[in-house]
T-cell receptor, first 117, second 112 residues
Framework: DAGVIQSPRHEVTEMGQEVTLRCKPISGHNSLFWYRQTMMRGLELLIYFNNNVPIDDSGMPEDRFSAKMPNASFSTLKIQPSEPRDSAVYFC???????????????FGDGTRLSIL | DAKTTQPPSMDCAEGRAANLPCNHSTISGNEYVYWYRQIHSQGPQYIIHGLKNNETNEMASLIITEDRKSSTLILPHATLRDTAVYYCIVRVGDQGAQKLVFGQGTRLTINP
């Protein structure tokens, strides 16, 4: 079975440019998560969706960051304008969620390594 | 979510059992214990989770103490490919706490 697919794997761009990261969750999963990992801050959640609806975006660092999930099989994380401090590895994860107290494990993609010059 | 404490690093010989401890003394009755690992340059990988009973799957075993204040992840026959950072996470199993809060984890090195 295909896992979570992220693209691109690597992105190098200049400060001020728009960056779009893409994620395809595992088929049948209805929760999607965006994380960011840096040496200084570790792995931190940015935003997550249930059934394509954003539930918690409290981890989004500032208004330059936005995320969308137009359908169950695709999500984007956009940074505009980008800054050098946005350089990090960005991970997407998905899981099944049916409500209640039993939360299913999250499955992660291999990430996008973003470098802003 | 309850805070967890893990040793920053551990070493284990290949073929031996690797036992990774985690303290979660403030865990609540409805909080699960989850373990993930992150191999270099890859995304985190789910290993196992439990509430109060010991659990075992094809990857590992999870031993939770009776008072639930600590747990141990056991890799029964460690291989070089098990070298990774291992994260112990506790969280409530409801929509308000779907998010995972990763600490610094334990960097496990398997030596030949």
């Amino acid at each position: 079975d295909a896992g979570v697919i992220q693209s691109p794997r690597h992105e190098v761009t200049e400060m001020g440019q728009e960056v779009t990261l893409r994620c395809k969750p595992i088929s049948g999963h209805n929760s999607l998560f965006w994380y960011r990992q840096t040496m200084m801050r570790g792995l931190e959640l940015l935003i997550y969706f249930n059934n394509n609806v954003p539930i918690d975006d409290s981890g989004m660092p500032e208004d330059r960051f936005s995320a969308k999930m137009p359908n169950a099989s695709f999500s984007t994380l956009k940074i505009q304008p980008s800054e050098p401090r946005d350089s990090a590895v960005y991970f997407c994860a998905s899981s099944r969620y049916a409500g209640g107290t039993r939360v299913q494990p999250q499955h992660f993609g291999d990430g996008t390594r973003l470098s802003i010059l | 979510d309850a805070k967890t404490t893990q040793p920053p690093s551990m070493d284990c010989a290949e073929g031996r059992a690797a036992n990774l401890p985690c303290n979660h003394s403030t865990i609540s009755g409805n909080e699960y214990v989850y373990w993930y690992r992150q191999i270099h340059s890859q995304g985190p990988q789910y290993i196992i989770h439990g509430l109060k009973n010991n659990e075992t799957n094809e990857m590992a075993s999870l031993i939770i103490t009776e008072d639930r204040k600590s747990s141990t992840l056991i890799l029964p026959h460690a291989t070089l490919r098990d070298t990774a950072v291992y994260y112990c996470i506790v969280r409530v199993g409801d929509q308000g706490a779907q998010k995972l809060v990763f600490g610094q984890g334990t960097r496990l090195t398997i030596n030949p």
